[in-house]
C-alpha cells in the first residue's frame, strides 16, 4: 500500500504561485510520482510527472513552462510549483503513483485526497 497526502492549495490571483507538496509513504513506493488535475465538470487531466530514481520530468502542455514538479528521495515528498497561475488552473489537484510511465489517469495506482486550487481574475 502507498499513502498520498497533498497539502498547499489555496485561494490565489491570477499571475500568482502556489508549491503544492505531496507526502508519500508505504512498504513499496512506485516508480513514478503524477499530478493531476480535475476542474468541476471535466475529466481529470495530466499535469506534470517525475520519476522517483532519475529525476526526470515531464508536462502537460497547458502548464509547460510555468509548472515544475521535483521529488524529495529522502523525504519521499513531491511539489508542484506553480507560477503565473491564471483562472483556468481552477481545480481539485490530485498526487498518484505509478509502477509505468503514462499519462492516463487508470496508469496510476495511488491517489491522495486532493487539495483545492482557486485562482481569481
Known amino acids: 500500500q502507498v499513502q498520498l497526502v497533498e497539502s498547499g492549495g489555496g485561494l490565489v490571483q491570477a499571475g500568482g504561485s502556489l508549491r503544492l507538496s505531496c507526502a508519500a509513504s508505504?512498504?513499496?513506493?512506485?516508480?513514478?510520482m503524477g499530478w493531476f488535475r480535475q476542474a468541476p465538470g471535466k475529466e481529470r487531466e495530466f499535469v506534470a510527472r517525475?520519476?522517483?530514481?532519475?529525476?526526470?520530468?515531464y508536462y502537460a502542455d497547458s502548464v509547460k513552462g510555468r509548472f515544475t514538479i521535483s521529488r524529495d528521495s529522502a523525504k519521499n515528498m513531491v511539489y508542484l510549483r506553480m507560477n503565473n497561475l491564471k483562472p483556468e488552473d481552477t481545480a481539485v489537484y490530485y498526487c498518484?503513483?505509478?509502477?509505468?510511465?503514462?499519462?492516463?489517469?487508470?496508469?496510476?495506482?495511488?491517489w491522495g485526497q486532493g487539495t483545492q486550487v482557486t485562482v481569481s481574475s
Open positions: 508505504g512498504r513499496t513506493l512506485r516508480n513514478f
Open positions: 517525475v520519476s522517483w530514481n532519475f529525476g526526470s520530468t
Open positions: 498518484a503513483a505509478a509502477s509505468i510511465v503514462s499519462t492516463a489517469p487508470e496508469a496510476y495506482d495511488y
